[in-house]
């Protein structure tokens, strides 16, 4: 049995302050459960090491990333091995090699027919420019229809509304650290359950955002891209804004009240044809709430580790109220090989480094992408050819 510990690994014995036990990994970065180390001592050891970094991570940020800069020849190095090598001076080895080797190297597969296959590897970091679709495509299938499902089945009434809500505090252009994000949606929560009315149905899903960083600095753009702000998609009786010029009324009031101060700017936008097509309302509120997840949230090496220092740990979708517990969509069935139709045992994941080839050894093999093999074997059927 073993563990990989993806949020935080440990380069010494010093990171674990008091602690005198260090576990050990084997050359997959894995952390066996041994006679020597059991699973109780590498959960205590992980737990004492996220209590002692996280009230200094952006310190230490900031120190490891001034430290690399100093190095001869960094300014030379490709984004995404600055990327790369700031996780792995951060103690995220792991996640380092994941990046590195994501659409590079392949996964390698056959099918009982002769076909010999490979997949692009994908390291699923959040923050992953290569990734950004298969992030999308996941949440869209988790959300989308159970949502539009219960709104189909609860109408919710001439009171109702299904409006899209933008939350902002105040920012002060400095790196968050990773306990203000979860504050600001501890803040959120309470918000939607003090303002929507007692003994009404009502749901909403929201995710926490950083702005965008820029290739060069805006003149009148004071927060540097750093500003920690939530985009929700809400279900229920209408919520009381007050009149224009108001500041947000009294949901203006109660989400400065809520953030001790900090919160600025609440707004709300009803969903345009909502009544009439709920599920397509749905669809395109969504598709405007996780596509951020496809543009690229950073120019720079340097900023996409500090937004993966910034999210580590932290659960960045979430539901409240009735999308609390939202039904989940059964599992997709294995895909089909191209050429026979049976069922092909596919891990993009691959946990172990050894898993993982390049993708030019892989094409010596002889062996093709399989989606390229599922085009090529598509369009032969459609023009009335036999599959490869």
């Known amino acids: 049995m073993s563990v990989q510990i993806e949020t935080s690994e440990v ?76 996780l792995e001076a951060m103690g995220l080895q792991s996640k380092a090699e994941r990046s590195r080797d994501c659409n590079d190297k392949g996964i390698p597969g056959s099918c009982a027919c002769g076909l010999e296959y490979f997949n692009r590897y994908r390291c699923t970091l959040r923050f992953c420019p290569f990734c950004g679709g298969w992030h999308y495509a996941r949440l ?40 203000k994000a979860r504050w600001l949606m501890k803040c959120v929560r309470k918000w939607f ?52 010029g108001e500041q947000g009324g009294p949901a203006g009031q109660l989400w400065r009240k809520v953030t001790q101060g900090e919160g600025k700017v609440i707004g709300i936008k009803q969903c ?21 997840i496809l543009k690229p949230a950073a120019e720079s090496g340097e900023r996409l580790a500090a937004l993966e220092i910034l999210f580590s740990g932290v659960r960045r979708v979430h539901g409240v109220g009735a999308f609390y517990r939202l039904p989940k969509p059964g599992k997709k069935a294995s895909p089909a090989c191209p050429k026979c139709g049976a069922a092909l045992p ?14 030019a050894r892989l094409e010596g093999e002889g062996r093709r992408e399989l989606s390229e093999l599922r085009r090529e074997c598509g369009r032969s059927r459609v023009f009335g050819g036999a599959g490869t």
């Open 346 to 359: 596919i891990n993009l994941r691959a946990w172990h480094k050894s898993e993982r080839f390049s993708v």
């Open 140 to 179: 869209m299938e988790r959300y989308a229809r159970p949502i539009a499902d219960y709104i189909c089945a609860h109408g919710g009434g001439l009171d109702a509304t299904l409006a899209m809500l933008t939350f902002t505090i105040r920012a002060d252009g400095e790196m968050p650290h990773p306990d």
């Open 193 to 244: 359950r003090r303002m929507v009315p007692k003994g009404r149905r009502w749901g909403a899903i929201f995710a926490v955002e950083t702005g965008y960083e820029l290739p060069y600095k805006h003149p009148g753009r004071k927060a540097g891209g750093w500003n920690l702000h939530v985009h929700a998609l809400y279900f229920g009786p209408y919520l009381n804004f007050g009149r224009m």
């Open 11 to 86: 380069l010494d014995s010093a990171t674990a302050g008091a602690s005198a036990f260090v576990p050990a990994r084997d050359g997959d970065g894995w952390y066996p459960v041994t006679p020597e180390q059991s699973l109780d001592q590498v959960k205590a050891f992980f737990r004492a090491v996220y209590s002692a970094r996280n009230a200094r991570i952006v310190d230490e940020f900031k120190r490891t990333v001034a430290a690399l800069k100093a190095c001869e020849g960094w300014d030379e190095l490709p984004e995404r091995e600055k990327y790369a090598r700031i």
């Open 272 to 292: 345009p044809g909502w009544r009439k097509n709920p599920r397509e309302a749905v669809v395109k509120a969504l598709s405007h709430h996780f596509g951020y």
